[in-house]
């Protein structure tokens, strides 16, 4: 049995998906010969350190009664730093501005030789070049499948199932809350305020909703894919962006009439990276409803292959770093 000690930083909806998914999976981990050890459980305000494995039941308990994980008065980068472990699960909430905590966190666990997997897009959007580089001086692994479309399985795709092709675009929807509003809109002819409430309801907006609603978020997660499928240099202020938040009920009643849909759909291709609402044939394969992510990649030998999957939610995201997880211990 390979015992591995990890450390989850940040405890919010993705952190806690994480430990409910290492509880559920804990048997099937252990028959692949894995034991995921977890060692620390940091929040923004405290954190809870055990060398011989943290009860998770017991932490998500707290946080969920008391609002803390724990008493020890302690930060992410102090664990990562002074915690002897191998893996770093790095889910602290992303800032698109610097980074934020998740940027010095990632870059502290790869001089301190630790893995990291994360689902923050801040630090990949902002500065995917330098950590790339650093995971690979350090002999680190950098895993980020959650950044992406959530549980919708496409930058492992492209890596493990489409390896040998050459990627020549992908589009698609990138951001499930403009999703959610759009499909809405139709469904319902309410006003984009309203179905914005009840996208924030669902928990899946981020905690600023500009960044959905704006194509933000969208443009970071085709910086991501721009960088590591691409090999281009690019930050998310590369990208040409328009918004949702312009879009009416009658825009919406318009498109319908003539069988189309409006999407918010985003595009990453050698030359080109962008994000604007197109109107897509009600048929079309990008024309998924709801909080649903899909992407479209055009491939050089396999032609075009289409993924759909869950963008966002804490046990859907959690879903996708167990996944890059057991990758780095296969391999
Ligand atoms: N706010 C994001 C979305 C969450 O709606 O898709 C996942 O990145």
């Keep these: 049995m390979k015992r591995i000690k990890a450390s989850i930083i940040g405890f919010g909806s993705v952190g806690q998906g994480v430990a409910r998914v290492l509880l559920r999976k804990k048997e099937e981990l252990s028959s692949m010969g894995l034991d995921i050890t977890v060692v620390a459980v940091v929040d923004s305000k405290a954190a809870v350190i055990d060398q011989e494995g943290v009860d998770l039941a017991m932490v998500l308990e707290r946080k969920g009664s008391e609002g803390i994980v724990g008493d020890e008065r302690i930060t992410g980068h102090d664990v990562i730093r002074n915690i002897e472990h191998d893996l770093v699960i790095e889910t602290t909430p992303t800032n698109i501005d610097t980074g934020g905590v998740g940027l010095q966190n990632m870059l ?87 179905m914005l409430a009840e996208a924030q309801e669902l928990g899946i907006a981020e905690k600023d909703p500009t960044y959905d609603v704006e194509g933000i978020d969208a443009a970071c997660k085709l910086v991501i894919l721009a960088n590591a499928i691409f090999g281009m240099n690019a930050t998310y202020k590369d990208v040409h962006v328009t918004g949702i938040s312009r879009i009416t009920p009658e825009a919406l009643m318009l498109a319908e009439a003539d069988n189309y849909v409006i999407k918010l759909i985003g595009e990453v291709s050698k030359n080109r990276i962008q994000v604007a609402p197109r109107l897509v044939p009600i048929d079309h394969p990008l024309a998924v409803g709801g909080t649903l992510n899909v992407a479209s990649l055009q491939t050089d030998l396999a032609g075009p292959v289409v993924v759909v999957g869950r963008g966002a939610g804490s046990i859907e995201t959690a879903s996708a770093i167990l996944s890059d997880i057991i990758s780095i211990y296969k391999d």
């Design 108 to 194: 502290t666990a790869f001089s301190k030789k630790r893995h990291v997997v994360t689902s923050n897009k801040g630090p990949l959007a902002l500065k995917y070049r330098e950590l790339a580089a650093l995971a690979e001086r350090s002999g680190c692994a950098f895993r980020f499948e959650a950044t992406v479309g959530g549980a919708m399985p496409l930058l492992s795709l492209i890596r493990d199932t489409l390896t040998g092709n050459d990627i020549i675009s992908i589009e698609g929807i990138f951001n499930g809350t403009c999703n959610y509003i759009l499909t809405r809109m139709m469904e319902e002819h309410a006003t984009y305020e309203l």
